[in-house]
């Protein structure tokens, strides 16, 4: 049951990795460019939502659809201000710009809200009447209670699974989802084909800041500190996630993120809490060595 129980936290984790890989991997698969800023939009989202329901008494749907809208409009500005004019630029000021950016947003975040930790509420409970009054109940127990499972992550586990489902089909059957494959195979053809690029491009930013909002909240709920600095290492977690799946692959995202949530998870259990950092990322390089492209990466010949 101990080893169950890791095992779901593992999963749990490994799904909120996933939902922020998938930003990494949608807006490198269509602009080619890695978003470092994206940890950071997690962290406008969570704060968004923080300060919605704790400070102006909002129920919780309405701050987490909140925070979607605020990060969606967020991607969308910061690409049109930032990235926009990089478009035909070298890959290495791309990069110097995306880590101005998350610094930026790291310093804001630090200016309007203090480095004072907030404590995350927990949305994800059911409140029962018994004779005694009234019980909060955070999560499910199985077998005699040997087996403990929380609201957040049945949510969060769940939540992983239709956003996939969902972005598979919005990407294979919708008229934009079509346009985003053109704009990731060849923007040149595609522009002659009459698709809007730019467009495009802006709303693979919206989209994946808006799942990052979701994942901040989902984050927050599960581990519940919030500081400026609260989306960096989950962002880079979440980025290793998509490489080590294959950056530019939906489906490699959640193998990715849920094999990265499983290992850490076990390395705290079994190995070392200091040392699990380091074996995931131990792991990545094993991978990179064995398949450079990701699990479900591909490799692209290029002729010359």
């Known amino acids: 049951m101990t080893f169950l129980n890791f095992l779901i936290n593992g999963i749990s984790l490994g799904s909120i990795y ?18 470092f800023a994206h940890g950071d939009v997690i962290m406008v989202g969570a704060y968004v939502c923080f300060f919605a329901v ?50 930026f947003l790291q310093n804001a975040a630090l200016l309007l809200w203090t480095s004072n930790t907030k404590m995350f509420p927990n949305f994800f409970t059911i409140t029962e009447k018994t004779a005694d009054g009234e019980t909060v109940k955070n999560g499910i ?7 403990n499972i929380s609201f957040v992550t049945i949510i969060t586990i769940v939540s992983c699974l239709v956003i996939m489902l969902a972005l598979t089909f919005f990407t294979g059957k919708t008229k934009m989802g079509k346009a985003m494959r053109a704009c990731s195979e060849d923007k ?24 990052a909002a979701i994942a ?19 962002g880079i977690k979440a980025f290793t996630a998509a490489v080590f799946g294959g950056i530019g692959s939906i489906p490699g995202a959640l193998l990715g993120g849920l094999m990265l949530g499983i290992i850490e998870i076990f390395a705290k259990a079994y190995i070392s809490t200091q040392l699990s950092d380091a ?19 591909k490799q692209l010949r290029e002729k010359v």
């Open 188 to 211: 040149g053809a595609a522009q002659l084909m009459g698709i809007n690029v730019n467009s495009t491009i802006s709303l693979t930013f919206a989209i994946g800041s808006g799942l």
């Open 279 to 297: 074996v995931v990322f131990a792991v990545l390089i094993i991978v990179l060595l064995v398949k450079p492209a990701g699990l479900l990466g």
């Open 141 to 147: 127990q199985l077998f005699g209670g040997a087996l």
């Open 54 to 103: 704790s400070t102006y008494s909002l129920p919780p749907l309405v701050g987490i659809l909140l925070a979607i809208v605020v990060c969606t409009v967020l991607g969308m500005v910061v690409e049109r201000l930032a990235y926009k004019p990089l478009r035909q630029a070298p890959s290495l000021a791309v990069l110097i710009t995306a880590i101005g950016v998350s610094y």
């Open 18 to 35: 996933a939902i922020i890989a998938l930003g990494y991997t949608m807006v490198y698969g269509i602009a080619k460019m890695l978003n």
């Open 216 to 234: 901040g909240v989902l984050l927050c709920s599960a581990y519940p500190t919030l500081v400026p600095t609260t989306g960096s290492m989950p």
